[in-house]
């Protein structure tokens, strides 16, 4: 999954990349089924990061991150990528954890835009 259509024409549609720094998604992580966000950032352009991390959490590098439904945008399931680094702050709440994308953003030049109709 790479992102959102924003805006159509005719022939073309504008689509929000999920490593955009502007967009956020509800996601769960696939082996504790835990709600956090994904968020891109600026840092790079492959990696997300996943913020609002329950504090009895238990992440592990490798987990799999798929979208939760939660928001209407993406139905649940959806593969995002996998935990390749988790960081721990000097409070407990501040800990997050980057996210490889599962798309290769550098390579991507064409979508298939999937519709509910």
Do not use: W
């Not at 935990?83 to 407990?92: A, D, Q």
């Not at 953003?105 to 109709?117: A, E, G, H, M, Y």
């Amino acid at each position: 999954m790479c992102g959102y259509v924003i805006s159509t024409t005719e022939e073309t549609s504008k689509v929000k990349v999920i490593i955009d720094s502007a967009s956020t998604v509800s996601c769960n992580i696939s082996t504790t089924e835990e709600s956090v966000i994904c968020k891109g950032t600026l840092d790079n352009n492959q990696d997300l990061r996943v913020t609002y991390i329950p504090i009895d959490a238990d992440l592990i590098v490798g987990d799999s991150v798929e979208t939760s439904g939660v928001g209407g945008i993406f139905v649940k399931g959806i593969h995002i990528g996998t935990i390749s680094e988790i960081i721990t702050t000097t409070n407990i709440t501040d800990r997050y954890a980057i996210v490889e994308a599962a798309v290769d953003f550098s390579k991507l030049k064409t979508v298939l835009i999937i519709t509910n109709n």
